[in-house]
């Protein structure tokens, strides 16, 4: 009797889940659907297609993408947790991210069709390629610093053409990469890079300053239509509450970085522009990294500041206002040496230290007193600076020597600072 009951009681539950699975998706409606969530019927006006293949070979997949298109909303949402997969190893998880938010990117198609007289609806592509600054790019083989003035994203405030000619040698979406110039690139190569360059430089700079060189940005995968793909990280804002020797890591991990991003042997100055606590994360590791790269700028310290040409508005077209403002950031001239660090200090580094390490004995006090001197923008940059190497030398005695920082273990049972 009890095996009779059982069996039934198994059945009705086979009936029950399958009842409640939705129906399935038409593979023609799916195609269409993931098309237009990546932003693919947008193309040419997009970033690239060089990892396209694995989203419609359901190699990159997040839970929702395989449910029916209504139960996927992406009116709020810019970036989705995603699964990865490559044939050198299993599924790792990454970031899908969008090039603006959703309501952002409409007003900026509307003011594509708009320029061109053209009302809300038109062929984006047809207006962009009919400008006289694609026109430029048409028919140079070079990328020259005149071809982007204008465009607001932070690196070309100061474009130098060693500048330029790094964006083109290290451009993922071209076959033949390594060349600075542009003679391999079809017109729709062209368009795709100037579209990215004006609205989002986060794909670009992963190429141009890759992880595996030793620079502190996640490892760049690709993009489809208007998405692309990057390395998944843990948002530093959850390490707010942990123990104060994690929080002093990732802190001096934090002033380390950024010295290293003004300070290296390519003389390129990488400074911030903004900072929030959501542009850096860590890994598995305890390495801390840049996630965000849009606000960042690039000062050519080899080649020095271009001539300032903001006040000529004949360099501002359609171009120029893609991100929603058409609004120029200011001229190389006014970044202080010390730019990055008091914006560090400020929005995110009195977070990870406070006054409760001090009074609980764990954190000395002469910490906050070189925190408020670099947060303190009436300060000399001299001073900031100071301040600056004061700070990592007390947080470096309070870095542990343990396998949980895997990043510099065991190297660390080695070093006298430990």
Not at 46 to 56: A, R
Not at 63 to 82: F, I, Q, V
Not at 244 to 271: C, G, K, P, W
Request: aromatic share 10%; with cysteine; glycine share 6%.
């Amino acid at each position: 009797m009890a095996g009779i009951w059982l069996k039934a009681w198994t059945l009705y539950l086979i009936l029950a889940l399958g009842a409640s699975d939705p129906p399935p998706v038409p593979q023609e409606k799916l195609y269409d659907f993931k098309r237009n969530l990546l932003g693919l019927d947008k193309c040419n006006a997009c970033i690239g297609t060089s990892i396209c293949k694995k989203f419609f070979k359901d190699e990159i997949r997040f839970e929702r993408w395989l449910t029916a298109p209504p139960n996927l909303s992406t009116a709020d949402e810019r970036s989705y947790e995603a699964n990865y997969t490559d044939s050198t190893a299993g599924w790792r998880t990454v970031v899908v991210s969008h090039l603006m938010s959703s309501h952002l990117q409409q007003r900026s198609d509307n003011s594509i069709c708009s320029s061109a007289g053209k009302g809300k609806s038109c062929s984006i592509e047809a207006v962009l390629r009919a400008t006289p600054r694609f026109q430029r790019w048409v028919h140079s083989n070079l990328l020259l610093p005149s071809m982007v003035k204008g465009l607001a994203t932070p690196m070309l405030r100061c474009p130098s053409q060693r500048l330029l000619d790094r964006i083109v040698r290290r451009y993922f979406e071209v076959i033949d990469v390594g060349s600075v110039q542009m003679k391999h690139f079809t017109e729709k190569d062209k368009l795709r890079l100037l579209y990215t360059l004006a609205v989002n430089q986060q794909a670009l700079i992963l190429q141009m300053f890759p992880g595996t060189e030793g620079w502190p940005f996640l490892r760049y995968h690709g993009s489809c239509g208007r998405v692309m793909v990057w390395a998944e990280s843990t948002p530093i804002r959850s390490l707010f509450s942990s123990l104060l020797e994690l929080r002093a890591d990732v802190a001096y991990q934090l002033l380390h970085i950024t010295q290293s991003l003004s300070s290296n042997s390519l003389q390129f100055n990488l400074f911030y522009t903004n900072v929030t606590e959501d542009m850096f994360g860590t890994l598995e590791d305890g390495r801390v990294f840049i996630v965000d790269t849009g606000t960042i700028g690039i000062i050519d310290l080899k080649e020095g500041y271009p001539p300032d040409e903001r006040l000529q508005t004949k360099h501002i077209d359609v171009f120029s206002c893609l991100t929603g403002s058409c609004e120029q950031p200011p001229p190389c001239e006014t970044v202080r040496a010390a730019q990055s660090f008091i914006l560090l200090c400020k929005h995110v580094l009195h977070n990870l230290l406070g006054p409760n390490d001090v009074r609980s004995h764990q954190l000395p006090r002469a910490a906050l007193n070189e925190l408020t001197i670099c947060s303190d923008q009436s300060q000399s940059d001299r001073r900031i600076m100071d301040a600056v190497q004061a700070l990592k030398n007390i947080l470096q005695s309070l870095r542990p020597c343990s396998p949980l920082y895997g990043y510099r273990y065991p190297e660390c049972l080695y070093s006298d600072k430990f």
